[in-house]
């Protein structure tokens, strides 16, 4: 993986679809609200009190449960203006997919993070709205003989824990959740991801509008490949969570090479249920 960053977002184009989505009504921001409970949920379960913390990429309001004068900053292609060691938790939901320097960007959290801090965060993964990139695509190639990429690239999980471990987080940890939503008809789910202000702000996008007959064709790729019992169509939302500690002398570190003090063959052999005789 290249460390040079591949600028393929638009960051006017994001923070322009980002606007209308708030013109659009609170509303449409129900997954953000979800995962930011579930969020929630995990710091509880971490049972420590944080007195400094940051919300890095908030759209709308304020993080879920923290109080209304909590510290936040919004995301851009620029560095972060946030002094060294000045936050003992950084939470990000649902908001790094559009980061085009994600190693980068995780660094300057590290950075702004107090020894023993926490970086709690959320985005979207690879499987995120696979249904709607299978049949717009399927569409587009039928009619035309060709197809434009018309959703953007998502991460992979199991590739985030390395870039924490890259970026000098302790303790990286990268798991994943998956939420499916049904929609009465493929053009609710496109207008909701409008409202969420997830808008393809790609770079190399298309600039004009999809033509009326590619998109008639792909609704009804959708309901024809994805539709449930009822008539409902779903929509897939992969959900990443990425978990990082910055570096302190009492967290936990694992053993060096050839520090065990059993060899892993008496290991086995301790574990396993005796032989009949």
Same mark, same amino acid.
């Given at each position: 993986?290249? #460390?040079?960053?591949?600028? !393929?977002?638009?960051?006017? %184009?994001?923070?322009?679809?980002?606007?209308?989505?708030?013109?659009?009504?609170?509303?449409?921001?129900?997954?953000?609200?979800?995962?930011?409970?579930?969020?929630? #949920?995990?710091?509880?379960? !971490?049972?420590?009190?944080? %007195?400094?913390?940051?919300?890095?990429?908030r759209h709308y309001g304020r993080f879920v449960g923290w109080p209304t004068n909590t510290p936040a900053t919004t995301l851009s292609d620029k560095p972060l203006s946030i002094p060294a060691h000045t936050h003992d938790l950084i939470v990000s939901n649902l908001a790094l997919h559009w980061v085009n320097d994600l190693p980068g960007l995780l660094i300057q959290i590290n950075h702004s993070l107090k020894p023993d801090g926490l970086f709690l965060g959320t985005l979207y993964g690879g499987e995120t709205l696979t249904e709607l990139r299978h049949s717009l695509l399927a569409a587009e190639s039928e009619i035309i003989g060709g197809a434009h990429q018309r959703v953007i690239p998502f991460a992979d999980v199991r590739d985030m824990g390395g870039l924490l471990q890259r970026a000098g987080f302790a303790l990286p940890v990268a798991d994943m959740d998956t939420i499916t939503v049904t929609y009465e008809h493929p053009l609710k789910l496109m207008q909701e991801l409008r409202g969420m202000g997830e808008a393809n702000a790609l770079r190399e996008r298309q600039k004009n509008f999809l033509r009326r007959d590619i998109l008639m064709r792909a609704c009804e790729i959708y309901a024809r490949d994805f539709s449930n019992e009822?008539?409902?169509?779903?929509?897939?939302?992969?959900i990443i969570y990425i978990t990082g500690w910055h570096p302190h002398d009492s967290q936990q570190k694992p053993l060096k090479r050839g520090s065990a003090t059993m060899r892993l063959e008496d290991a086995l052999k301790a574990g396993s249920p005796p032989k009949p005789e």
């Open positions: 993986m290249s #460390d040079t960053p591949a600028f !393929i977002f638009d960051t006017h %184009s994001v923070m322009r679809n980002r606007q209308r989505g708030i013109n659009m009504g609170a509303h449409f921001d129900f997954l953000r609200a979800e995962v930011a409970d579930r969020l929630c #949920d995990r710091l509880i379960e !971490i049972n420590r009190n944080f %007195s400094a913390p940051l919300d890095i990429g009822g008539g409902r169509v779903r929509a897939t939302f992969q």
